[in-house]
Each structure stands twice: as structure tokens, then as C-alpha cells.
């Protein structure tokens, strides 16, 4: 059975509150398609430290994938946090997700001013720290390139003795970091033959460090009872986000952006549609921001779509919708199918 991640805003609409947080938490929470949450980070956003522990002490089961910056704090501190939230929330529950940040801007904004290759070097420390945290049987000294640290000892430990570590990235210093330390790589929506191919180069780097990690897809669904319908609900996205040009409404890469993810989505969005369903329009529209690329088709042609990147190597698949590019209820009933068929 594949699992079923998601993106959701838990402070939407306005600035989080407690009755915001209890909506999303209460929906996240009854759903049945969806396993675990990504909650993001930006310098602009409110901590998702602070909501992540308000979100598990409303659910029992939902799992949260918290994203995290290194950098931004020491990773011993780091490591107490995933630490103690992972022991407070049962156990299980909780993930981290690593971001180097592709906003130079944004990560400006928190003091931090290192470019993208030493940041990857730097992340490479920073989770040698946090597992050593993890899992040391006795106090220990780090001394690390970046960080270091004397006497380190954690009351406190995850329930497991280790937190999952996801990640994603499509340059080469990504790739080496991503396959040795994530347990589940996270690949951006491409058409089968690109999906191969990411999944061959970091496994092929991952056996380097005698390690097999997993993989997620992230997609946008449209669905139809019949194709022309699917296409509907594509266009009128496709029209929504186009009539709000001009505007800050919907996230999109800045054309300064260079990383490797952006220049690779935007080379298979000049044809707009791949294999049987695959659409670039979004990808386009939105100059190769993450988690923009569709399946667009009836129940049985998206369903055939999944099954084929399963088939590929894929367990995992994070799934948003609409215009916002966030959990769309309107999937639950077939994603309930598709977790029990793939």
C-alpha cells in the first residue's frame, strides 16, 4: 500500500489561531486517504514549531512532516525538538523534511548568507549532529566542520531512536546528500522516463554509502467523470492563476531563480503533455515551482498513471489540488481507492 503525503495551510485563511489550527487539524484528522502533512517553513511564515505541537495535540493519527531550515538553530537544539515532539506525540508521527531554502532572499531574510554548495555541506553536518543526538549511547563531543559541541547528552530521544529524514533536490551536491542521509527523496512530478531516470542516478549514488531510500512524487490532480471534464477543472485553475498575474496570490520561481529542480521542470514544459496524462501547463505558468506538475484525466486514466510510477519505484505520492496547490477534499474518495489498488 503506497502512502498518501499532502500540503495544507494550517493558518488558512489569516494569521493562526487556535480555532484555524482545530479546523485543519479536525479535517487532516478524518480524512482516510491522507497519512502524513507537510508543514513548510519560510522566514515569513509563522514557526511551524510552534503550530506543529498545537496540530499533534488536536489529532491521534495524522502524521506531520516538519519542515526544517539547517542553519537556523544549533542542530543538537534541533535534535531535542524532533526529539521531545516525537516522544509527546505517541511516537511515529513525525518527520522531518530538510530544506537547504532556494530563496536566497528568503534565507537572507534568518541571517543566513552561505551559497547553495556550502549549504548542502553544512546540511551534511548538520544531520551527522542530529542522529548522533539521536542515537549515542553515552555522552559525546561533535567537532564537525560547522558545528561543534562538548558533553552532548539528550534525556529526551525519539521513540524509535530515529526521526525520518525527507528531503529533496535535483542538483549534484542534492543528490550526494539526499542518498546518504534521507530516508525518502522527494521527486518533484516529471513524466515517466524523467522519474527513471532521477530514481536510477540516486540510487546509484545511495549504494556509495551502502543505503536504499525511498521515493515520493509530488502531483496535482484533476478529475473527471469523463476526460473533457477532468480538462475543465484544469483550465479553470489554468485561468484562475493567469487572471491573478500581477499579483502575489500564488506562489511562483522568481526567473532569477537558477537551482537545477527549476531549470529541469522547466525543460519538459515546452511540450504540454506527457505520456498518457502528465500536464506541464502549471509548471509553465508558474515558472517550475515545486509541486505544480498534473495528471489530468478520468478516474481510470490518473489511476493507470499512479500505477505506472509506482511500478517505477515510487511508495509514496504527495498529492495537492486547485488553484492553491493544497489538499483538495474533493480527492478523498479516490485516493482511498488508490492507497488499497497501488
Not at 489569516?14 to 513548510?40: F, M, Y
Not at 467523470?225 to 483550465?235: C, G, I, L
Not at 499512479?306 to 511500478?311: I, V, W
Amino acid at each position: 500500500m503506497v502512502k498518501i503525503f499532502t500540503v495544507d495551510s494550517p493558518f488558512s485563511p489569516g494569521v493562526p489561531n487556535l480555532a484555524s489550527l482545530t479546523r485543519q487539524a479536525e479535517k487532516w484528522e478524518a480524512s482516510q486517504a491522507i497519512d502524513q502533512v507537510l508543514v513548510g517553513y519560510s522566514a515569513l511564515w509563522p514557526h511551524n514549531f510552534a503550530t506543529a505541537p498545537t496540530l499533534f495535540a488536536l489529532t491521534r493519527r495524522v502524521g506531520l512532516i516538519v519542515a526544517h531550515r539547517p542553519g537556523v538553530m544549533h542542530p543538537t537544539a534541533a535534535a531535542r525538538w524532533y526529539g521531545t515532539m516525537d516522544v509527546l506525540s505517541g511516537g511515529g508521527r513525525l518527520a522531518c523534511n530538510l530544506v537547504s531554502g532556494s530563496s536566497d532572499k528568503d534565507l537572507h531574510r534568518e541571517g543566513d548568507y552561505e551559497i547553495k554548495a556550502v549549504r548542502y555541506e553544512r546540511a551534511t553536518d548538520y544531520v551527522a549532529c542530529m542522529k548522533q543526538c539521536w542515537s549515542a549511547p553515552a555522552k559525546f563531543d561533535y567537532d564537525g566542520k560547522f558545528y561543534k559541541a562538548e558533553t552532548v547528552q539528550q534525556f529526551v530521544r525519539p521513540v524509535s531512536g530515529h526521526v525520518p529524514i525527507y528531503m529533496g533536490g535535483d542538483s549534484e551536491d542534492a543528490i550526494d546528500f539526499g542518498a546518504h542521509h534521507a530516508d525518502i527523496y522527494m521527486l518533484w512530478g516529471e513524466p515517466l522516463a524523467g522519474t527513471q531516470e532521477r530514481i536510477r542516478k540516486v540510487t546509484e549514488v545511495a549504494r556509495k554509502y551502502h543505503r536504499v531510500p525511498e521515493f515520493s512524487l509530488s502531483l496535482r490532480l484533476f478529475i473527471g467523470e469523463t476526460e473533457d471534464a477532468a480538462w475543465e477543472k484544469a483550465r479553470a485553475v489554468e485561468t484562475t492563476i493567469l487572471q491573478a498575474q500581477g499579483t502575489n496570490r500564488f506562489m511562483r520561481s522568481s526567473k532569477n531563480d537558477q537551482s537545477v529542480g527549476r531549470s529541469r521542470q522547466l525543460s519538459f514544459a515546452d511540450e504540454e503533455i506527457h505520456d498518457a496524462c502528465f500536464w506541464t501547463g502549471l509548471v509553465k505558468l508558474l515558472g517550475g515551482f515545486a509541486n505544480s506538475a498534473a495528471l489530468v484525466g478520468t478516474h481510470d486514466q490518473v489511476m493507470r498513471s499512479l500505477r505506472a510510477y509506482r511500478d517505477l519505484g515510487i511508495g509514496a505520492f504527495l498529492i495537492t489540488g486547485g488553484a492553491e496547490g493544497l489538499w483538495d477534499p474533493s480527492l478523498e474518495e479516490f485516493l482511498v481507492q488508490a492507497k488499497a489498488a497501488l
